[in-house]
């Protein structure tokens, strides 16, 4: 079993910077692959970013969000640069119990309760 909390949420202005966080439980987070997904309101949850043997990114956040880990602290962060309003949405983690990413929801076993991130002037 794995549990997973996120923190680092909050509101931010356009252009603005955050940086979230995932911590882990667990003693095998370096074999599962991690994703952030987020879902805006009347919208269906998305994939984000994804690290396994790869990192992989939504077009939409290509070359403003960079998703790393550290595997020494079984946390994975999601640093997201150069906010738009469209980014504002609930933000989750997942976990995958292999090291493959998968930008599906079905793909993951095990997700946090997620954080708000709101880009609002």
């Known amino acids: 079993q794995v549990q997973l909390v996120e923190s680092g949420g909050g509101l931010v202005q356009p252009g603005g910077s955050l940086r979230l966080s995932c911590a882990a439980s667990g003693r095998t987070f370096s074999s599962y692959a991690m994703g952030w997904f987020r879902q805006a309101p009347g919208k269906e949850r998305e994939f984000v970013a994804g690290?396994?043997?790869?990192?992989y990114y939504a077009d939409s956040v290509k070359g403003r969000f960079i998703i790393s880990r550290d595997n020494a602290k079984n946390t994975v962060y999601l640093q997201m640069n150069s906010l738009k309003t469209e980014d504002t949405a609930v933000y989750y983690c997942?976990?995958?119990?292999?090291?493959?990413?998968?930008?599906?929801?079905?793909?993951?076993?095990?997700w946090g309760q997620g954080t708000q991130v709101t880009v609002s002037s």
């Open positions: 997942a976990a995958r119990g292999s090291s493959t990413v998968s930008m599906t929801e079905s793909g993951y076993n095990y």
């Open positions: 690290s396994g043997g790869r990192t």
